[in-house]
């Protein structure tokens, strides 16, 4: 993270500096987080032996993206409820509905990976806000130094080659919450190329985290992903060199083309060189203790899914209630809880962006009241909801009691279909609506 006093002016020199310094402290870690995520994991790719005839099978395991495909579908498998009292704010949340939950979910699958996610919030060619997923090791947001840390500035780069040159020329965004302005770096410097004003007010890109520490859900068990990818991949090269055992002729004066004669008719035919001197043939193996083996991947395997939280989700069970399902999932809903925290920030500033705008053309909407609601993806007894929903209704308000059932995404929708349905059975003949 970057922090500049709110005084300063973000000069094209400290751009370039701030793209440099974020190249070499940040963006080696992201980029390693996603090499691990491809199942491309740096110890076991990377080791090479003196002996060059030696085995060298490198196995990387998908444990990374095992991880993070686990808890992302835990956490955001199941679409982002919003609840408010504004009529014009609800009309625009369902407009971008559909598009939300495909959104959402790849932004949580690039926290998940990196620890930090991005999204870009514009206005389309219909006037119409719109937003897009960045990609983070592109992003560089800068904050203020006060107590607020309040988004300052935002830079966005990516570099392209061109293929007859072969130069390389880098594109820079830089977003305020003034202007956007747009530069290109080539050989022979940088320019500005153009400048656009922002109708939000606000910086327009959206920052994500995973959490406080801005680490992925794999990262704390890299180091132990690398100790199984090397206990595999030493296995199978003791395998191949078993596979490989030398054969032992004792006693026995054989030249290379009795040999390979004997290899191909896979015939072993020997004498006695000697008198007295009795002649055999054995292979030279090498002894294995396979159980200590396996016993040491094992606990590895173990390590893993215990230090990232995810044995939680592979040994859930059926429970009789919600909260005995949130106690056995207690390790995996404490990493959630903490998602929950900034993934909420952020989709709030979106929705605050998106106020703005559309106040600028006449209308008067706001955040207050909106209330954003996580599902958990996980089986749920619905016998038991309704039952907790039967016994709840003399006390709680329907809109309450609709927010606990995890098919109904649209609580008004479903408030105004009950509100008809009543209306139609208050008119119907006596006796008629009970036959319904």
């Given at each position: 993270m970057y922090y500049i006093d709110k005084t300063e002016n973000l000069t094209l020199e400290k751009v370039e500096k701030y793209i440099e310094d974020y190249k070499y402290r940040y963006l080696p870690r992201l980029l390693k987080n996603k090499r691990y995520y491809?199942?491309?994991?740096?110890a076991i790719m990377n080791r090479t032996f003196t002996d060059i005839t030696k085995p060298?099978?490198?196995?990387?395991?998908?444990?990374?993206?095992?991880?993070?495909?686990?808890?992302?579908?835990?956490?955001?498998?199941?679409?982002?409820?919003?609840?408010?009292?504004?009529?014009?704010?609800?009309?625009?949340?369902?407009?971008?509905?559909?598009?939300?939950?495909?959104?959402?979910?790849?932004?949580?699958?690039?926290?998940?990976?990196?620890?930090?996610?991005?999204?870009?919030?514009?206005?389309?060619?219909?006037?119409?806000?719109?937003?897009?997923?960045?990609?983070?090791?592109?992003?560089?947001?800068?904050?203020?130094?006060?107590?607020?840390?309040?988004?300052?500035?935002?830079?966005?780069?990516?570099?392209t080659k061109d293929i007859l040159s072969n130069e390389t020329t880098t594109f820079?965004?830089?977003?305020?919450a003034d202007d956007i302005k747009y530069y290109k770096k080539s050989v022979n410097g940088t320019v500005l190329t153009g400048t656009e004003d922002n109708y939000f007010k606000q910086v327009p890109i959206n920052i994500?985290?995973?959490?406080?520490?801005?680490?992925?859900?794999?990262?704390?068990?890299?180091?132990?992903?690398?100790?199984?990818?090397?206990?595999?991949?030493?296995?199978a090269n003791f395998r191949?060199?078993?596979?490989?055992?030398?054969?032992?002729?004792?006693?026995?004066n054989l030249d290379t083309e009795d040999i390979i004669t004997m290899k191909q008719n896979r015939i072993i035919s020997i004498e006695d060189s000697q008198e007295g001197m009795q002649s055999s043939v054995s292979w030279l193996n090498k002894d294995s203790n396979d159980v200590e083996n396996e016993n040491y991947k094992n606990r590895l395997a173990d390590d893993i899914k215990r230090f990232s939280f995810v044995a939680d989700i592979e040994t859930a069970k059926s429970h009789t209630t919600a909260t005995s399902a949130k106690i056995g999932l207690m390790g995996i809903e404490q990493i959630c809880a903490g998602k929950e925290v900034y993934f909420r920030q952020a989709l709030l500033r979106r929705l605050n962006l998106i106020c703005r705008y559309y106040n600028l053309l006449g209308s008067n909407i706001n955040t207050n009241d909106v209330k954003i609601s996580f599902v958990r993806n996980i089986p749920v007894d619905l016998s038991v909801i309704g039952d907790t929903?039967?016994?709840?209704?003399?006390?709680?308000?329907?809109?309450?009691?609709?927010?606990?059932?995890?098919?109904?995404?649209?609580?008004d929708g479903e408030l105004k279909q009950i509100k008809e349905e009543n209306n139609l059975d208050a008119y119907a003949p006596e006796g008629e609506a009970d036959d319904e």
């Open positions: 491809d199942c491309k994991n740096d060298n099978n490198q196995i990387a395991t998908p444990w990374a993206k095992y991880i993070s495909t686990l808890i992302s579908g835990y956490f955001m498998g199941k679409p982002i409820t919003y609840d408010t009292q504004q009529e014009e704010l609800k009309n625009i949340i369902a407009g971008f509905a559909v598009k939300e939950i495909a959104h959402n979910q790849s932004i949580e699958r690039d926290v998940s990976i990196f620890g930090i996610g991005a999204e870009l919030v514009f206005v389309n060619e219909n006037k119409e806000v719109q937003f897009e997923k960045l990609e983070p090791t592109t992003v560089i947001p800068i904050y203020s130094t006060d107590i607020t840390k309040e988004l300052l500035y935002c830079i966005r780069f990516w570099d820079i965004e830089v977003y305020s994500f985290y995973n959490n406080e520490d801005i680490t992925g859900d794999a990262e704390p068990v890299l180091k132990l992903i690398d100790g199984y990818d090397l206990a595999l991949s030493d296995t191949e060199e078993l596979n490989d055992s030398y054969l032992c002729f004792r006693n026995a929903v039967a016994k709840l209704a003399p006390f709680v308000s329907k809109r309450t009691l609709l927010a606990q059932i995890p098919f109904i995404n649209n609580i």
